[in-house]
């Protein structure tokens, strides 16, 4: 496996918000997690990438093991700059005082190899040509789903095995929405290992290999995305049927 979540637990100061998850992912999956709010899905993301909540303390137990290594105890930049895992944050999170191609220069900064840079934008550009053609402006000046592209290419550039996502399709129309959805799998089908979380449990689970549901703070169940599409606890509680 290439991520391992081994009975995971975190709380923010007196309230737990995970109860012992545990979860995996294989190298060239795409896996999501779905859930309402407040089910702990970002939590887990954040825990990943060891970055704590600014709100309140952090307390977490269990094993995260990323390609061999324990993450458990690493800082934030290294399990980006060493260990080749990304996150594109909820609500993008961009430089909006920056433009799209200084964002781009920005996620990169720990590439010095201007050579490598180029190849990766090129890659960017391909998948996102609007981005090129944008490169000049100013990031604050695009669409809400232009951002969303950028949030996506900007992970990119870090050249990471594996992708975290943290509810890329809110605020999309339907129409940007599917259209990201397939940059992704085409992201994820040139190599990148992608972990999702979305709140929109088709889409998800349209696009996803394997998925897992959480209910407040725990997993209640997994299996391939397409059998819990079918699932009719799912279909009445995440799809509407």
Request: hydrophobic share 45%.
């Amino acid at each position: 496996m290439l991520l391992t979540i081994e009975n995971l637990k975190v709380a923010y100061g007196p309230i737990e918000a995970l109860h012992g998850i545990s979860l995996r992912v294989a190298e060239g999956e795409i896996v999501t997690r779905i859930g309402a709010n407040g089910a702990g899905k970002s939590t887990a993301l954040m825990s990943i990438m060891r970055l704590p909540p600014p709100e309140a303390p952090i307390y977490l137990s269990g094993r995260l093991v990323f390609n061999g290594q324990d993450l458990t105890r690493l800082a934030p930049h290294q399990v980006v700059n060493h260990w080749g895992l990304t996150l594109v944050p909820e609500g993008r999170r961009i430089f909006g005082n920056l433009t799209v191609w200084e964002n781009l220069k920005i996620a990169a900064f720990g590439v010095p190899d201007s050579r490598h840079q180029q190849q990766k934008a090129r890659r960017i550009f391909e998948l996102f040509p609007r981005l090129e053609e944008r490169k000049n402006q100013m990031a604050d000046t695009l669409s809400g789903g232009e951002q969303q592209m950028l949030a996506v290419a900007r992970a990119l550039m870090t050249g990471g095995k594996m992708m975290l996502l943290d509810e890329p399709s809110m605020g999309l129309a339907p129409l940007l929405m599917y259209d990201l959805f397939r940059v992704l799998q085409e992201i994820n089908r040139q190599g990148t290992t992608i972990l999702l979380v979305e709140q929109n449990a088709r889409i998800a689970l349209k696009y996803a290999h394997r998925a897992y549901v959480l209910e407040t703070g725990h997993i209640v169940l997994e299996g391939p995305a397409g059998a819990l599409a079918s699932n009719e606890q799912v279909k009445k509680a995440y799809l509407g049927e």
